[in-house]
């Protein structure tokens, strides 16, 4: 107290106690409540990595099965939701939608801002995970002109949002599972990354004591923005923008200039490798199979080769982070570069709210109120305007 350490951006500040998400940058190790995220991708599925962030084990058989139940039967959102989704512009971002319409939901359940009851957190917790990917598909129908598609409960959470995304006809909508399995990984792979900008959003505003739907309206604005979730979609907005393998060395050039940045390259944490990275280039092949090559995948490859040669990106420790490949999958997907970061939201939501019900819970954290060096003017004498103009 009364000391203040100026740090801007957090990077030697810990803000918190925490025991979801490990990460070791320097040895490219990232553990979901003790389990190697390598172990989780090939393994489990969303729902069960969603259930031990939240409940910090893995679920029993009959756990597991409450739990999916739960979520499967929360799907569906009140249809003044709809209707105020229905009201954006035809060109909204599915973002700015996903983000309004997530804040909205506290007006649809007033009693979520009792955060000190543990049953109610429950709820709403079962709520947001459940009803993401129904706000997530409507943004995207919506730019489309489409519409909406209610949830179908029969299907599994990846492939009820599918159904959602893509369904036009009154038959079944029924996805090829190999798509399924991919787009579950990576929901797995950005289900939480510790003290990142959005979880700090959460935080932050969190620690207020407002409602859950609050503080995640707040992570999705964060996540929202180019040097954090946007990333994918500035990717590939990068390599359209490059267009060919020949303009690769002058573009490399103007990022040395300092002229933009290599979007997809770089981590705050990870400083040898981003272990997600190497998991998405696999749900990459998977995906490709199905789907085609991406023809800017050639562009991205070549671009990673110059790069991890290159004196520059070495010296400063930037590789691909999780971003360089996952734009690649979800434009082979079908996804405008709008829905990627309404992607990472669907993936992120689990991670939000485990860390929310952590801060809650721990009695020693304080509402969030950082220290300033102030660098303004003091004790001016103020002059009113009728004798100033
Ligand atoms: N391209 C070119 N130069 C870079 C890049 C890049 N992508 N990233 C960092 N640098 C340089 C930067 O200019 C600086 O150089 P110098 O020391 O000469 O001034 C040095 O590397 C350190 O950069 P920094 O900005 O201090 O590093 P940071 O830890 O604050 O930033 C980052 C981390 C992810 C914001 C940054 O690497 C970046 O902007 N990357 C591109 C955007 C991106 O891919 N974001 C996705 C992050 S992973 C998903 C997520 O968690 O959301």
């Known amino acids: 107290p009364g000391l203040a350490v100026y740090d801007p951006g957090f990077t030697n500040t810990a803000s918190c106690r925490s025991s979801v998400t490990y990460i070791d940058g320097d040895k490219g190790i990232l553990e979901y409540r003790g389990y190697p995220i390598e172990q989780l991708a090939e393994h489990s599925n969303f729902l069960e990595v969603a259930y031990l962030l939240i409940h910090g084990e893995l679920p029993t058989k009959e756990q597991y099965e409450a739990w999916e139940h739960e979520i499967t039967f929360h799907t569906f959102v009140h249809e003044n939701v709809k209707s105020l989704m229905q009201g954006f512009r035809y060109d909204a971002h599915p973002m ?103 979880a700090n959003a959460v935080r932050s505003v969190g620690s207020s004591q407002v409602d859950p739907y609050s503080s995640v309206a707040a992570g999705i604005g964060a996540l929202f923005g ?92 930037l590789y691909p982070n999780v971003d360089f490949y996952s734009g690649l999958i979800y434009e082979a997907l079908e996804f405008p570069p709008e829905m990627f970061t309404v992607l990472f939201a669907i993936g992120r939501t689990p991670g939000w709210l485990a860390q929310w019900n952590e801060l809650v819970q721990d009695k020693e954290q304080k509402i969030a109120r950082p220290k300033q060096i102030y660098t303004g003017d003091r004790g001016l004498t103020f002059t009113p305007a009728a004798e100033r103009w």
């Open 226 to 317: 180019p040097l954090h979730g946007g990333a994918n979609e500035a990717v590939l907005r990068m390599l359209r923008r490059i267009g060919s393998k020949e303009n690769i060395p002058a573009f490399i050039e103007g990022v040395k200039n300092g002229d933009e940045r290599l979007m997809g390259f770089g981590h705050r944490v990870y400083k040898n490798y981003d272990p997600r990275a190497r998991i998405i280039k696999k749900a990459a092949d998977d995906v490709f199979e199905v789907t085609g090559v991406n023809p800017l995948l050639e562009i991205a490859q070549e671009l990673e080769k110059i790069a991890l040669e290159d004196e520059y990106f070495v010296k400063r420790k």
């Open 96 to 198: 700015g939608m996903l983000m309004a319409s997530v804040g909205a939901l506290s007006t649809f359940y007033p009693a979520a801002g009792n955060i000190h009851d543990a049953d109610n957190r429950h709820m709403q917790i079962v709520r947001m995970i459940a009803k993401m990917p129904t706000l997530g598909a409507w943004s995207f129908r919506h730019a489309q002109g489409k519409p909406y598609v209610y949830p179908d409960n029969d299907l599994s959470y990846t492939a009820n949002f599918l159904s959602m995304l893509f369904k036009m006809s009154e038959s079944k909508y029924q996805p090829d599972e190999r798509l399924v399995k991919a787009l579950d990984v990576l929901f797995i792979l950005h289900a939480d990354h510790e003290q990142n900008c959005s």
